[in-house]
T-cell receptor
Framework: AQSVTQPDIHITVSEGASLELRCNYS??????LFWYVQSPGQGLQLLLK??????LVQGIKGFEAEFKRSQSSFNLRKPSVHWSDAAEYFC?????????????FGTGTQLKVEL | DSGVTQTPKHLITATGQRVTLRCSPR?????VYWYQQSLDQGLQFLIQ???????AKGNILERFSAQQFPDLHSELNLSSLELGDSALYFC??????????FGPGTRLTVT
């Protein structure tokens, strides 16, 4: 069965500083990987996705993520954080089974941005 | 705005009651998914429907059921509600790609 680990429950960065959120996955086949962001009281917004090909993927809001198969990781990065980036970030792995498609999420990383 | 709509936004009900949550997918999306988000369980996949047929099932309780109608909207029915069913319930939809787009959620409070 697939699983996702986000080792950092909370992260605090200063505005303008760089950001890296860690994600490790476990999946038997080639994974489909996603990062979502959730602001308080809101739904989940898709930031970026990895299916195949180039291991460095670009997303919305200036985010990028790098797929490293050897490390089973898909870390999210942003060179310069803005105060509006404060939110909860979820990494997810997609599993295709029997015609179905389900996402398994990590426990999330709460990002706080200090002004 | 993802294009996925969910009603109602908030629902407060008593233990033992039954409620129905409604979801309309993005225009053209044939797949609908239901997820539950709670503090102790995190985000958990419940069930997926594709064009009216059940395609995948997760940790969905027997007290819960879902269906997808010919117009592709979906309903999640929760019965014999318990305090522990209080959570955010998300609907998501997908089209040809594998990415899922989430609605704003329904917050269920069981008292």
């Amino acid at each position: 069965a697939q699983s996702v680990t986000q080792p950092d429950i909370h992260i605090t960065v200063s505005e303008g500083a760089s950001l890296e959120l860690r994600c490790n996955y476990s999946y038997g086949a080639t994974p489909y990987l996603f990062w979502y962001v959730q602001s308080p009281g809101q739904g989940l917004q898709l930031l970026l996705k990895y299916f195949s090909g180039d291991t460095l993927v670009q997303g919305i809001k200036g985010f990028e993520a790098e797929f490293k198969r050897s490390q089973s990781s898909f870390n999210l990065r942003k060179p310069s954080v803005h105060w509006s980036d404060a939110a909860e970030y979820f990494c997810a792995v997609g599993a295709l089974t029997g015609g179905g498609n389900k996402l398994t999420f990590g426990t999330g990383t709460q990002l706080k941005v200090e002004l | 705005d993802s294009g996925v709509t969910q009603t109602p936004k908030h629902l407060i009900t008593a233990t033992g009651q039954r409620v129905t949550l409604r979801c309309s997918p993005r225009s053209g999306d044939l797949s609908v998914y239901w997820y539950q988000q709670s503090l102790d369980q995190g985000l958990q996949f419940l069930i997926q429907y594709y064009n009216g047929e059940e395609r995948a099932k997760g940790n969905i309780l027997e007290r819960f059921s879902a269906q997808q109608f010919p117009d592709l909207h979906s309903e999640l029915n929760l019965s014999s509600l318990e305090l522990g069913d209080s959570a955010l319930y998300f609907c998501a939809s997908s089209g040809q790609g594998y990415e899922q787009y989430f609605g704003p959620g329904t917050r269920l409070t069981v008292t």
